[in-house]
């Protein structure tokens, strides 16, 4: 069934855009220092011939959307042409609809293709992950989602509902199979929103990230940290931020180093008053012995910090479906989230079976998948968090919004500002308080009224030209 509002994309640009980080970010066993975010543009044309733009952005994170020996140059030029492919298939996508249902058809059924095609152009190549298909998707899907709210003069958050989707969430998800409590039939994605989130949820709590390399303390530095007017310990910036939420990267090969800076950053967020603690161990763990026994002599030899240790994060390598490795006992001590392994609603599925306990929704996976993993988590019981992935520029904002209308169990984690504040200047000028965290949480109030609200033509940023 078509409905009035529905719309077709009718034109796709996109641009890179470099980022250098002023202090190394370390992913697992790698170490982030540049960046390309993809930024597009995407024109769509409603059912009466009226157009409007929107636009989406990714950071094009090579060490976190596709781990491997291949060199960072190989991985990221990779990336960049499945951007160009991307591109490509949605100029060629004609079908109608709700961003959502558009943006659902493309992965189900146009995506695969694209990835077919760019790994047989690669013969004998390592394959690009689905992951990283899905990061490239991103910025593609969301500024779809962008477009359809601008062409209708609403925040996108309100048109989630039955007046604007012709299909139902049944019609996209199912439930699992142990029980028969959930049904999708007749219930939309505004049921499982926060309603009028953006309003509601104008300030949300920031989760600062502990980098591995991060120092903690003036004793930690190396003499090789920027001289550029922003902190660079994490005491500096918890007194200046305010800080109350801190995420710990870990390594997950080496449990005593693991242990002992869980233990120091712990006592340092004692001492400066924050109170709630995240460990990542960003896929790097095989054995839930490795996590468990980390847990196990916290809880023993510094029970408060046990008792602020909220959730762990993505321990075990994240294709579900290879590594199907049983959560359960870590869960029982604390919840586990997955991260990475939340491609989109069936791997969820597949983690609530293997003993997971929440979901840690990304924009970078598309608003699309993030919707529905949302709805699908929700209706199964499922806790959730919105979680970071460096975002700069517009992709902090569709970032920040998706948090503000999840309904997460403590606000969003947000760590752009920690690692290239200088590259959103022009969109802080806007948007100060969603690229300042002040009193440990993020401003959202200088929200436009459209879309996700960016108010891109205020913001003065030259774009180069875009790829053809």
């Known amino acids: 069934m078509s409905l009035k509002t529905d719309v077709r994309v009718v034109g796709v640009s996109l641009y890179l855009l470099p980022v250098q980080t002023r202090m190394p970010l370390k992913f697992g066993p790698e170490v982030l220092t540049e960046v390309t975010?993809?930024?597009v543009r995407v024109t769509v044309e409603g059912r009466d011939g009226r157009t409007a733009c929107g636009w989406g952005e990714t950071p094009l994170n090579v060490q976190w959307a596709?781990?491997?020996?291949?060199?960072?140059?190989?991985?990221?030029?990779?990336?960049?042409?499945f951007c160009r492919l991307i591109a490509a298939a949605w100029s060629n996508f004609e079908e109608a609809g709700h961003?959502?249902?558009i943006g659902a058809d493309f992965l189900a059924q146009v995506l695969p293709e694209v990835i077919?095609?760019?790994?047989a152009a690669e013969p004998g190549e390592e394959a690009m992950p689905y992951l990283a298909s899905l990061v490239c998707s991103s910025a593609f899907d969301i500024a779809i989602h962008d477009a359809f709210g601008n062409l209708h003069e609403r925040d996108i958050y309100d048109l989630y509902g039955?007046?604007?989707?012709?299909?139902?969430?049944?019609?996209f998800l199912e439930p699992a199979t142990d029980t028969h409590a959930v049904s999708f039939a007749g219930r939309w994605p505004s049921e499982f929103l926060v309603a009028n989130g953006r309003a509601v949820n104008v300030s949300l709590p920031a989760w600062h990230l502990v980098g591995g390399l991060d120092p903690l303390t003036e004793k930690d530095r190396t003499g090789d940290e920027p001289d550029d007017g922003y902190p660079v310990t994490l005491s500096e910036w918890v007194e200046r931020d305010g800080l109350n939420c801190l995420k710990v990267?870990?390594?997950?090969?080496?449990q005593d180093w693991d242990y002992q800076r869980i233990v120091s950053v712990g006592q340092l967020a004692i001492a400066y008053g924050c109170e709630w603690l995240t460990a990542d161990l960003n896929c790097t763990v095989t054995d839930p012995d490795y996590v468990n026994e980390i847990l196990d002599r916290l809880r023993d030899e510094y029970p408060r910090l046990y008792g602020m240790l909220l959730y762990i994060e993505q321990p075990f390598p994240y294709e579900l479906e290879r590594d199907r490795i049983d959560a359960r006992s870590i869960a029982a001590r604390k919840p586990v989230f997955l991260d990475e392994s939340a491609h989109d609603w069936q791997h969820v599925r597949l983690g609530r079976e293997l003993g997971w306990s929440g979901v840690a929704l990304k924009t970078c996976k598309t608003q699309t998948g993030a919707i529905l993993s949302l709805c699908w988590a929700k209706a199964h019981g499922m806790p959730l968090m919105v979680q970071d992935l460096a975002n700069p520029m517009l992709a902090q904002i569709s970032h920040l919004r998706l948090a503000a209308h999840a309904g997460t169990i403590m606000g969003v984690e947000t760590n752009g500002m920690q690692f290239y504040p200088a590259a959103s200047l022009p969109e802080a000028a806007v948007h100060p308080g969603m690229f300042r965290r002040q009193n440990g949480k993020v401003d959202l109030s200088s929200l436009g009224t459209t879309g996700f609200g960016f108010r891109i033509d205020e913001v003065a940023r030259s774009l180069p030209d875009p790829l053809r």
């Open 162 to 171: 039955p007046e604007h989707l012709s299909r139902d969430l049944a019609a």
């Open 99 to 101: 961003p959502l249902e």
């Open 249 to 254: 990267k870990l390594r997950g090969n080496d």
């Open 116 to 119: 077919q095609s760019a790994n």
């Open 66 to 81: 596709w781990p491997s020996s291949l060199s960072y140059a190989a991985r990221h030029d990779r990336l960049v042409e």
């Open 37 to 39: 975010c993809a930024r």
